[in-house]
């Protein structure tokens, strides 16, 4: 099995709509991050998370929300979308002490808003 | 301006060739530095880090020069399955947040 899995890999939906794509892993990492990735622009972070009482806001974390309901478990929210959040999302883990440098991407999701 | 950017490319090479990427940074309290991979529609996974020493991985070749705050990438004897996007990133500070440069995409023609 995967240590990061993100559901739904890809969804397209409409302008106003709500949204939760969810993550979730099984390294038992408490860190875990969201992040968004647009054309030409790089991945940006969206929010993070250092354990399941710590929430904060990354560099373009308008338009979303988040909960952390487990230490495994990372949800982001699109309360109401719009077409300018169509992007692929990747939900993260950064290495824990000891474990090299790698952070752990989900395999994305690819998210449509019309 | 960008905190770390990369040419985007596309770079059109035929197999065996050497091409070099080049990224900078902004940010001078950047503390480590690395090169992700990125095949079309998929995640980044770890190519190598970056040491200041410079550092060698097979046909990949990586360099640092803190105080003009450039990375590159050196690929020698590019092979058909090199070809993918390839993301400058650096870590500011401890917290394991990531800058990353939009990319540069390679593409390696036989």
């Known amino acids: 099995d995967a240590d990061v899995t993100q559901t739904p890999r890809n969804r397209i939906t409409k302008t106003g709509k709500r949204i939760m794509l969810e993550c979730s892993q099984t390294?038992?990492?408490?860190?875990m991050y969201w992040y968004r990735q647009d054309p030409g622009l790089g991945l940006r972070l969206i929010y993070y998370?250092?354990?399941?009482?710590?929430?904060n806001k990354g560099e373009i974390s308008d338009g979303y929300s988040v909960s952390r309901q487990a230490q495994a478990k990372f949800s982001l929210s699109l309360e109401s979308a719009i077409p300018n959040q169509t992007a692929l999302y990747f939900c993260a883990l950064p290495p824990l002490a000891g474990e090299g440098n790698e952070q752990f991407f989900g395999p994305g999701t690819r998210l449509t808003v019309l | 301006r960008k905190e770390v950017e990369q040419d985007p490319g596309p770079f059109n090479v035929p197999e065996g060739a050497t091409v070099a990427f080049n990224c900078t940074y902004s940010?001078?309290?950047?503390?480590?530095f690395f090169w992700y991979r990125q095949d079309c529609r998929k995640e980044p996974k770890l190519l190598m880090s970056?040491?200041?020493s410079g550092n060698e991985d097979g046909r990949f070749t990586a360099q640092l020069n803190r105080a003009s705050q450039y990375i590159s990438l050196l690929i020698r004897d590019s092979k058909l399955s090199d070809s993918a996007t390839y993301l400058c990133?650096?870590?500011?500070?401890?917290?394991?947040?990531?800058?990353f440069g939009q990319g540069t995409t390679l593409q390696v023609k036989p």
């Open positions: 390294k038992g990492h408490d860190r």
């Open positions: 940010n001078s309290a950047s503390q480590s």
């Open positions: 970056v040491y200041s």
């Open positions: 998370s250092f354990d399941v009482k710590d929430i």
């Open positions: 990133v650096v870590n500011i500070g401890n917290t394991g947040k990531l800058i």
